[in-house]
């Protein structure tokens, strides 16, 4: 065992000796809207990056390449971007490339990676848009928008049989647009009545004049959401005005930690996760879950979000792709990342190869998530799908 | 029917914070025809001034009071540093120097306190009034909306300090004939109207989560309330706040929501175009 | 033509050809779109110092013509499959005869009137087309591959779409240039300094400051076309971002109102100054701290920006620099 360290080490040493690198380029919202999910993306990227050079780097048909990360602040600024991504290509000739943080960025930064055919593996992007406009170099980690909801629809489904009237409410931003768009179309698919269909203005912090109307409307279940601070609001305000629903589901803001914060008001919101540290995917290449979870926390000293799940996934995928391919050749790699069809920590991965919607997300599964009360404490609990529930779903909530 | 019923009355509570915003907007500009673009900075800069001191145990309603305070000083501060030297310039100049003065705000509030949101946590009790569902929040920042703008009529009108800035309000040049020193009443004023955006701010933390960016969205719905009451006007401006809160909240249950910000800036620019002096006519 | 013994114009060409001929020849695409916001920000500047820096009216809002132009593009190339050229003429057209008809209105209103009527304008749009369904609501129009695919791939398209940039950068410059030295201008410097004696003097200020508010659209709504043809989508916050509309104000005043140097300078400096402090570690939180401390120190001690400096210390560089 030791022999093998040791000789381990040395193809690391020789590797690294020969200077055999990957460059992966990126930009990283370290100011402006997105920078705290951008920053914890890039946490899990270079935990990443850690553990594969750790590793002595990753083995591509007999040698070994260590990975080293060349990032710049985007702002959160679609004007930054092209900007940022040019230079990462032209001038600072990287092989691969991620994505910036959300589907807004990700959109500008696609035109220039495939300008010049550079691969680029999306994550924090979950617009399915972006991969029906024809480019062919771009991957999506996360579990598209048309998707997102469609689990907590079945689940409210299996919970109760009977329940007609729901409400769908949402940010009025690209992304929860798209996905309540689409949880529309699929709550009628499965026999809900959609009383109330609206969105509400990205700013808004008074959702009195919502509140009144999904009263008004009689809706027994409310889905919907945006981001964090209009989802936590809305919650809040959902608990003070006592509006009497039998299950809350949110995009994004009941999926972090600090929703723990609003107390009560917490309490039975269900949400959609892109990932959760308790998930047990049977993984067949990379850490498992509990080991990811476990690295993450020595390296940074909290529970990863799946924010930082989806920025190591990133890597991983890249890294499998390498080893699948053999080699660093573009057109190679292309091929793995379109043949791939792996489970890792993050869960499922399969990418479309049809030309209408290339390198979409296929494989990938929300799980969702519910605020509960566990020994007088808040935590939140995996609800469904069934095989991966850490409790049973809360229901009715009030 | 009761739903519309409880539409309007939310916005009537909330409308009347919209409105005290609105006059610490308008009593600047009534004063000494600046419009202060650093008004929604300033309102953020209330949230966070509340935010702070109950971190530091001091219950919110009466952290208004050091607000209040901490807003007259503030005011004072930004208006002898960026409005004093160009009072007298074209208005581009007051405009553009209060507008860096709030781009210094938010961008020293965005590096201490990035752009996440925050919370003032304390405990709301809700209420129910005939079917009407309200929490005491609300009501206490709609009270305390009615009690600041009284206060300030009372002074206005009743002391000597506030008969002195009606006086330079009026005739600047009049006023310092009569002896009365107009750029400490200027100053005094700017201040007040900092301390009014900054308590309004205060009370809106109390209601709704915010970020150093929040005070943006009072800011231009302190413009609609103060345009719809007549720049300069105060009273106006108050009920130019309560009439936005009930167009917000009688027009939401017929339309959809993110229809109601089209509506309000159009009616906005169309009250410019045709009564520039507000419906309860302004000054000019 | 008189215009080719001017100087000026022959620099107006030299520093078209600079920005058109710097990336092209080594291919740097890097420097390209460093290039590009430079470009873009001369284009916003120079236009919107048609009203502030001559008319003297304050345009709080010109963003929204940028905005309209882009969306006008987009949804003509993207939905209707028009080609890039049209589009954007059209877009330039219909956006400019759109702010004739608003300028009837709101350029009634003086001052601080007129400066919060902008806003409100910008603002309304915005919100109008977050709501408004033919051009995709909050979600936006997104371009597909094919519109680049037309023109000749997105590697190509993407140059030609820079040059086109670089040549409203040039026409903006231009018409500054023109529009300062006609007697259209001279009225218009006449509203500015008074508008009710130039209205005595027989300027037909409302008919002048109509025509010069249509003006100042159609470029930047040509540029917001190119602009946003090259992101490849639009949203409602990236088109109608009242903030870069401030920003373009603060590049007027950097450079000197009034001036058409001044607002190209001006633009050009407040890209290169905003790219420096965001590379710079530990200066990167604070670049709009730094923007807002620089424009309160233009206002209180140099009101007449870069050029008034210049020209108090060399007076003669008025004839050369206009």
């Known amino acids: 065992m030791k022999r093998l360290w040791v000789l381990l080490a040395l193809m690391g040493a020789l590797a690294f000796a020969q200077g055999n690198t990957i460059t992966i380029g990126l930009t990283v919202s370290k100011t402006g809207k997105y920078n705290v999910e951008s920053v914890n993306q890039l946490h899990g990227i270079e935990l990443w990056q850690k553990w594969v050079n750790d590793q002595g780097g990753i083995p591509i048909g007999g040698k070994r390449y260590k990975v080293a990360l060349k990032y710049y602040d985007d702002e959160s600024k679609a004007e930054r971007v092209q900007q940022l991504y040019s230079r990462l290509i032209s001038q600072d000739k990287v092989d691969f490339l991620i994505s910036p943080y959300s589907s807004g960025l990700t959109a500008k930064a696609a035109i220039i990676s495939e300008q010049y055919g550079k691969i680029m593996v999306a994550t924090g992007a979950a617009s399915d848009s972006i991969f029906k406009l024809g480019y062919e170099h771009v991957y999506q980690i996360y579990t598209p928008a048309s998707r997102y909801l469609t689990g907590t629809l079945d689940m409210l489904r299996a919970a109760d049989a009977k329940l007609k009237k729901i409400a769908i409410v949402y940010e009025d931003s690209k992304f929860a647009k798209a996905v309540a768009t689409a949880a529309k179309a699929y709550a009628q698919k499965k026999g809900f009545d959609v009383v109330l269909f609206e969105g509400y203005p990205k700013s808004t912090t008074d959702f009195g004049p919502i509140i009144n109307k999904i009263k008004a409307a009689g809706a027994e279940a409310l889905v919907g959401g945006g981001h964090y601070a209009d989802g936590a609001t809305f919650a809040r305000q959902l608990y003070e005005q006592k509006v009497p629903l039998k299950m809350i589901a949110l995009l994004v803001a009941p999926a972090s930690d600090e929703f723990a914060q609003l107390g009560d008001a917490a309490l039975g919101v269900v949400a959609p996760s892109q990932w959760e540290p308790l998930v047990k995917y049977q993984q067949t290449c990379g850490p498992s879950p509990a080991q990811f979870t476990k690295m993450y926390q020595d390296a940074y000293g909290k529970l990863p979000a799946y924010r930082a799940a989806g920025g190591f996934a990133a890597g991983l995928v890249l890294q499998r792709a390498l080893m699948d391919a053999g080699t660093t050749d573009p057109a190679k790699v292309k091929a793995a990342l379109d043949a791939m069809d792996v489970t890792i920590f993050f869960g499922h991965i399969k990418f479309s190869t049809d030309p209408a919607s290339h390198g979409l997300q296929l494989g990938h599964e929300m799980v969702q998530i519910q605020w509960q009360k566990k020994g007088g404490q808040l935590a939140k609990q995996i609800v469904w799908p069934l095989g991966a529930k850490t409790a049973d779903l809360v229901y009715p909530i009030r | ?284 | 033509m008189k215009l080719f013994a001017r100087p000026f114009f022959w620099l107006i060409v030299a520093v078209t050809l600079l920005y058109a001929l710097l990336p092209t020849l080594g291919q740097n695409v890097t420097l390209r779109e460093t290039l590009v916001l430079s470009a873009i920000y001369i284009i916003l500047a120079a236009n919107l110092n048609l009203m502030i820096g001559y008319t003297g009216y304050v345009n709080f809002g010109s963003i929204v013509f940028f905005g309209l132009g882009g969306y006008l593009t987009l949804w003509l190339v993207g939905g209707h499959h028009w080609g890039l050229y049209p589009a954007v003429l059209l877009a330039g057209a219909v956006t400019s005869l759109l702010a004739f008809l608003l300028g009837i209105g709101v350029l009634r209103l003086r001052g601080a009137y007129f400066a919060l009527a902008t806003i409100g304008i910008n603002e309304a749009v915005k919100d109008f087309v977050a709501n408004f369904d033919p051009w995709g609501g909050a979600e936006g129009i997104f371009l597909p591959f094919t519109a680049f695919k037309a023109m000749g791939g997105p590697g190509k398209a993407l140059w030609t779409v820079y040059l086109l940039i670089v040549l409203v950068m040039g026409l903006s410059l231009l018409v500054a240039y023109l529009v300062k030295r006609s007697k259209f201008g001279l009225g218009l410097f006449a509203i500015r300094e008074d508008e009710d004696a130039a209205m005595v003097l027989g300027v037909k200020a409302p008919l002048f400051k109509t025509l010069v508010y249509s003006l100042s659209a159609f470029l930047p709504a040509v540029a917001g076309g190119l602009y946003f043809f090259k992101n490849g989508s639009i949203i409602p916050d990236e088109a109608f971002n009242l903030h870069l509309s401030i920003e373009a104000i603060v590049m007027v005043m950097l450079g000197g109102q009034g001036t058409v140097t001044g607002a190209a300078v001006g633009a050009a400096l407040y890209e290169r100054l905003r790219g420096l402090l965001l590379t710079i570690p530990g200066l990167s939180n604070f670049h709009l701290v730094i923007a807002g401390v620089l424009l309160l120190l233009i206002i209180l001690f140099a009101p007449g920006g870069l050029m008034g400096w210049l020209y108090r210390a060399w007076p003669r560089l008025r004839r050369v620099l206009e």
């Not at chain 2, 210094?104 to 306190?113: F, R």
């Not at chain 2, 920042?141 to 009529?153: D, E, P, S, W």
């Open chain 2, 1 to 284: 029917m009761p739903e519309i019923l409880a539409s309007v009355l939310d916005g009537l509570l909330i409308g009347l914070v919209y409105g005290l915003a609105a006059i610490g907007l308008t009593l600047i500009f009534g004063v000494m025809d600046v419009v202060n673009l650093a008004h929604g900075a300033v309102i953020a800069l209330g949230m966070f001034a509340v935010y702070l001191l109950f971190g530091a145990g001091l219950h919110p309603y009466l952290g208004l009071f050091v607000v209040a305070l901490i807003g007259l000083a503030f005011g004072v501060v930004v208006y002898l540093v960026a409005v004093r030297p160009i009072i007298n310039a074209p208005p581009l100049m007051t405009l553009l120097s209060t507008f860096s003065v709030s781009m210094i705000i938010i961008g020293v509030g965005t590096a201490v306190w990035s752009t996440s949101p925050y919370n003032v946590n304390f405990p709301v009790t809700t209420l129910r009034i005939l079917g009407y569902t309200v929490t005491s929040a609300r009501l206490v920042a709609a009270l305390a909306a009615v009690l600041v703008t009284g206060f300030l009529y009372y002074f206005l009108y009743r002391t000597t300090l506030g008969k002195a800035v009606r006086a330079v309000a009026n005739n600047r040049e009049a006023a310092e004939l009569m002896g009365i020193p107009s750029q400490q009443i200027l100053a005094i004023s700017f201040g007040i109207g900092t301390a009014l955006a900054m308590l309004s701010g205060a009370l809106i933390a109390t209601l709704f989560p915010f970020t150093i960016l929040s005070g943006g969205i009072y800011e231009l719905k302190s413009f609609v309330a103060s345009v719809l009451g007549g720049l300069g006007n105060p009273t106006g401006a108050l009920f130019g706040g309560v009439i936005l809160g009930l167009i917000e909240g009688s027009v939401a249950p017929f339309i959809k929501i993110s229809w109601t910000n089209v509506i309000e800036f159009v009616i906005f620019v169309l009250i410019l175009l045709f009564f520039p002096t507000g419906l309860f006519g302004g000054r000019r």
